[in-house]
């Protein structure tokens, strides 16, 4: 048997025994077998071992009742609970009222009990500082991607980082480029003099007041991108890709929101999103197991097992009918068969075999804000355009090469790719360029 706290004051509170259907008084007995919801039983029923659909009289039971100390050897629960129901009922401080409504115990008394167990004992002091810090640790443990007081990295100035960061200078928090970068020439030939009429003067001041609030926007757009960590792109590409690939485009699509919310308030929006996409998707996964006729997930197991070796017969038949229409193809046969006996002897194949799948080029660069991009003429902003090279870089690879070729002499293609560690075609697209405007000369 087993002593366990009531429902309340009220028997109409608690409900009502299950055999004679009359309210339960303490002490009553609840079924330890049976539930939910729970089988409660008044003592006369018991006595006579009543039973009902499922429950037995020999099932094992527990006691309930509240006429137990918990807290003082002189007060029981039930008075526990009474007393602060009264406290709540009553205020704080009318301790006879408390007394009245309690009629088991004085004025004095209450006061005592409640000052001592409740108001100074350190036990509850440390229950609710322990349940404080748990609150603080569960809402610690959500994923935020970002803190705004992270710093961002320090990259060389032109650097790859420092490109990726748009020209970023935590130093000075500032970027090389910043939004609405001319806002300063509305007022490099403003000058307040004594001479000015009132009409010049009001007309000077709502330029300031104008220029005022542009810089206002910059710093809202700066706060933005320093609050959602938009600085280190590398950083944020990271943590995009802990989602699934349709999340993802999501996040890139709700990346205009940001402006909107807050950094905490954005990142719970994102991972709502995730959770919902994560549940539709399970709810499908459900749903074919009914239209399938599974009714449990042992035998889901084996349905996607059998799912994934149907799947892979299933490619083995399509890789295998495109081989045969391959092989029928006379024409692809002789050219498969000619790279083969190349390649058995040594030589490189010169034939190619056919590809059914053509593969795009990819667009030219947008160079509409990278730094650099002022020091370009039009034939180099269409070289970086074409070759996809942003303009601090080509700048450094076209003072390399040239600082090479006036101490050699000349430069040859070789030297130039030692020079330069990228892509070899880019290289020589940039050594032909260069050697055509002039800037260079063959070796």
């Known amino acids: 048997m087993e002593r366990l706290a009531s429902f309340g004051n009220d028997p109409f509170d608690k409900p009502p025994c299950r055999g004679c259907s009359s309210y339960l008084t303490e002490p009553y007995v609840k079924c330890a077998e049976c539930g939910p919801p729970p089988f409660l039983l008044c003592l006369q029923c018991f006595t006579r071992g009543f039973e009902y659909k499922k429950h037995q009289s020999d099932h094992t039971y527990e006691i309930m009742t509240s006429d137990f100390p918990v807290l003082d050897p002189n007060w029981t629960a039930q008075e526990e609970m009474s007393l602060l129901e009264a406290v709540m009922d009553c205020g704080f401080g009318n301790w006879q009222d408390v007394a009245n409504q309690m009629c088991t115990k004085s004025k004095e008394e209450c006061e005592k009990h409640y000052m001592k167990h409740f108001i100074n004992n350190p036990l509850f002091a440390s229950t609710l500082l322990n349940l404080k810090q748990a609150e603080e640790a569960q809402h610690n443990e959500t994923a935020i991607p970002f803190h705004s007081a992270d710093d961002p990295p320090r990259p060389t100035f032109d650097s790859l980082l420092s490109r990726d960061m748009a020209g970023y200078m935590p130093a000075r928090a500032d970027f090389v480029e910043e939004f609405d970068n001319y806002a300063e020439w509305d007022l490099r030939d403003i000058d307040f003099v004594e001479d000015d009429s009132d009409i010049l003067h009001a007309l000077k001041i709502a330029v300031v007041d104008i220029y005022h609030s542009r810089l206002k926007e910059r710093q809202r757009r700066k706060k933005i991108i320093r609050d959602h960590g938009l600085i280190n792109l590398r950083k944020f590409q990271i943590l995009e890709r802990r989602y699934p690939k349709e999340v993802q485009e999501l996040y890139e699509t709700m990346r205009r929101f940001a402006r909107i919310l807050g950094p905490l308030e954005h990142d719970k929006f994102i991972e709502s999103h995730a959770l919902e996409f994560e549940l539709r998707r399970e709810i499908k996964r459900l749903q074919e197991y009914r239209a399938a006729g599974i009714t449990n997930f042992c035998s889901a197991r084996t349905y996607d097992h059998l799912k994934k070796s149907r799947d892979e017969e299933r490619l083995k038949r399509t890789m295998l009918s495109e081989v045969l229409q391959y092989i029928q193809d006379s024409s692809a046969c002789q050219q498969w068969l000619s790279r083969q006996a ?46 996809r090279l942003v303009p601090g870089a080509y700048l450094e690879y076209k003072a390399a090469l040239v600082n090479e070729c006036n101490k050699q002499g000349g430069l040859r293609l070789a030297q130039a ?27």
Do not use: H, W
């Open 342 to 387: 190349d390649i058995d002897s040594g030589l490189t194949p010169t034939v190619p075999v056919p590809s059914t799948t053509g593969r795009r080029s990819a667009p030219p660069l947008n160079l509409t804000g990278l730094p650099g991009t002022e020091k370009l003429n039009e034939k180099e902003k269409e070289l970086c355009q074409m070759v």
């Open 417 to 443: 790719r030692a020079l330069i560690k990228i892509d070899v075609n880019k290289t020589r697209k940039i050594y032909d360029f260069l050697i055509r405007e002039g800037y260079i000369t063959k070796a």
